[in-house]
């Protein structure tokens, strides 16, 4: 868990807003838990990093953070309404990112977001909605203080890292639900229940899908692309970002793959199964067809009828009958209409 900020920061964010951490680090080491109101003053001194962490702050902290540190106002607004599409942007010598957090809830992905404001000396997160908590990237950064030396770029790989892979324990628990799915769809019929939750889970990919997808191109520009505050050094790490997103992609894609033909399969053997009766059902109609064809002639009112008075007409009639039914019965059961 991210530490707890002194009395007088504690006091300022409660009144600006929501300040989850606020703390200042030299040679990637913490020095100080500081205000988000005295920031500033520590960005200006050399080696210095500032990393606030907030969580749905409103619009007077958000001011207060755009004059200590300079964030764009195009930037600040995308970060006090959210609702933003996975990106990344530069403004001068800061870089400003989107991403989309997700975690599962009684079944269904939750959906939130995170905003990192990214300079020289300073790092802004800004947590939207379902997200777990960056305590455990703070403490993670701070156990390495020979890469969290390297500054904000270090900071922003580690949180890019963070929501990436926190994607693949949703991805694990839909893919072994998935499996139980497929299992059950090959063995029988779908019920309305099961078609639901298909429709859900796809919906359910797709909709990380749209959140992982565009996080190939921002890896690709913190890449390839010269942005200010991205050294060469940290280069490598994006890259392996970059792979976590592919494999995302990758898996998502397959399990949409393995519900579709799990689905069609099921539908195909739906209609076999239902064919095989429907062949019984006119095997043994034609079957009954004779008796009753029979009994229907012996059963009309006329006055002369052939074999009335014949001693053995019963049992020849019945023998008739069952000789003629046991031929289309074998005949069908050859065929494998039986």
């Known amino acids: 868990m991210d530490r707890p900020l002194p009395a007088a920061a504690s006091a300022a964010s409660t009144a600006a807003g929501s300040v989850v951490a606020s703390a200042v680090y030299a040679e990637g ?6 205000p988000p109101a005295d920031a500033r003053a520590w960005t200006e001194r050399p080696g210095h990093l500032v990393w606030i962490g907030l969580y749905e702050p409103d619009e007077a902290l958000l001011g207060l953070l755009k004059e200590q ?9 995308d970060a006090l309404h959210a609702h933003q599409r996975p990106k990344i942007e530069a403004y001068g010598d800061a870089v400003f990112l989107v991403l989309r957090t997700a975690r599962l809830a009684d079944g269904r992905i939750v959906f939130g977001e995170t905003h990192v404001f990214a300079g020289r000396s300073h790092v802004v997160t800004v947590r939207h909605g379902a997200s777990a908590s960056y305590g455990a990237v703070r403490t993670r950064c701070e156990a390495s203080p ?16 963070f929501v990436v892979d926190c994607y693949f324990p949703i991805l694990d628990s839909l893919q072994a639900e998935v499996l139980r799915l497929e299992e059950r769809l090959l063995d029988r019929p779908p019920t309305a229940l099961e078609i639901e939750r298909i429709h859900q889970v796809r919906r359910d990919l797709e909709d990380l899908r749209r959140a992982a997808s565009p996080l190939l191109e921002v890896c690709s520009r913190l890449e390839h692309f010269h942005l200010p505050m991205i ?5 490598p790490y994006f890259r392996d970002v970059h792979d976590h997103v592919i494999r995302v992609n990758e898996t998502i ?4 793959e393995v519900l579709r033909f799990a689905f069609d399969a099921s539908m195909m053997l739906a209609t076999v199964r239902q064919g095989d009766v429907m062949r019984k059902l006119a095997a043994w109609a034609a079957i009954l067809a004779i008796p009753t064809a029979v009994a229907g002639i ?10 009335l008075h014949w001693r053995h007409g019963y049992f020849a009639v019945l023998a008739g009958i069952a000789a003629v039914c046991g031929v289309l019965y074998v005949r069908f059961r050859r065929t494998g209409w039986l």
């Open 298 to 307: 012996y059963g009309m009112n006329f006055d002369h009828m052939p074999e």
């Open 29 to 34: 080491r913490r020095v100080a838990d500081v």
């Open 69 to 77: 540190f300079g964030l764009h106002p195009l930037a600040i607004e």
């Open 253 to 256: 894609d397959s399990l949409r």
């Open 231 to 235: 050294d060469a050094e940290v280069t």
């Open 146 to 161: 020979a890469l969290l030396r390297h500054g904000a770029d270090f900071v922003l790989y580690a949180v890019m890292d």
